[in-house]
């Protein structure tokens, strides 16, 4: 079984993705949805939320811990936890990007705190400079992305004019590629991809980390799971349950089904 977490429901398109790429694996899932949002917090509540994510995560027995959420994945250097190995979000990300880019010039949208963080320009640069390339990022925080997510206005015209307010400045830098660094931004790709057009790249998270975890797979690091398609589980948790949240994320995983999805308490 492995282990996803993010701050709330956004990080069900990582699980989507995840999931459908890996059809025999078990996954929990575990959004922190009492505390969300995270992006607007600090460092030190971040990185204490994570780890109590992570411990209660450990305890389940999962075999991976995949750090969906990017505000989290900011704070998170470690590459183990516990034992396991941790995935996080940047690097596969950062990388895809570079991979997609043909001008070198990359925008970054994230929360307050990973933009605060620059995780992803780091990255890219450390990235870019191994492979001997030259690569000019330019970021954007675009904190009400999230709750436009978590209430479902994913194609809606306020979506789109706030899309365009926080996507100009970045625009007008000839970016070619852009970086979702957000679990809830794929969830708005409609209106993005509206503004920025068909000209600019828009690169998320979940498609970045399962190649990353392909790789893994395939080098021995992950055991694959042996049973069939149809008996593989998918569970979600929740540190809070709302029936609205329940209905969106199922809609979010739909055609995927979720076998258990239930609230716990994490301290
Ligand atoms: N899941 C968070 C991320 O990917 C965004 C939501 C939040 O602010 O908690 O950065």
Redesign the pocket.
């Known amino acids: 079984m492995i282990g996803v977490f ?3 429901i ?2 069900l398109t990582v699980l989507k993705a995840l999931a459908e790429h890996f059809p025999q694996e078990n996954f929990l899932y575990l959004g922190d949805t009492a505390r ?5 917090k600090s460092p030190e509540t971040i990185r204490k939320y994570s780890e109590q994510v992570m411990n209660y995560l450990a305890d389940q027995q999962v075999k991976a811990l995949v750090i ?7 704070q998170v250097i470690e590459t183990h936890w516990q034992k396991l190995p941790v995935y996080t ?1 940047i690097e596969p990300g950062a990388q895809k990007a570079l991979r997609e880019t043909k001008n070198g010039r990359i925008g970054v949208l ?2 307050r ?2 933009i605060q963080s620059a995780a992803y320009p780091l990255s890219l640069e450390k990235t870019a400079t191994a492979e001997g390339r030259t690569v000019e990022t330019f970021s954007q925080a675009c904190p009400l992305f ?1 709750p436009l997510a978590e209430e479902g206005l994913v194609d809606d015209p306020i979506t789109n004019l706030i899309a365009f307010r926080y996507l100009q400045p970045v625009l007008q830098q000839g970016v070619d590629t852009l970086i979702l ?4 931004y794929p969830l708005l790709k409609k209106s993005l991809q509206r503004v920025c057009g068909n000209q600019v790249t828009l690169v998320d ?1 979940g498609t970045a980390l399962c190649e990353r975890l392909e790789k893994d797979f395939q080098n021995g690091v992950l055991k694959k799971e042996v049973g069939a398609e149809a008996e593989r589980k998918i569970k979600a948790l929740s540190t809070d349950l709302s029936p609205h949240m329940k209905s969106w994320a199922l809609e979010i995983l739909n055609p995927l089904q979720i076998h258990e999805f239930h609230s716990i308490d994490l301290v």
Do not use: K, R
Not at 68 to 74: G, L
Not at 181 to 184: D, M, V
């Open positions: 993010d701050s709330g956004g990080g969300l949002p995270y992006g607007t969906a959420c990017n505000t989290a994945s900011s979000v994230g929360t705190t990973t999230v660094g957000c679990t809830h998270s």
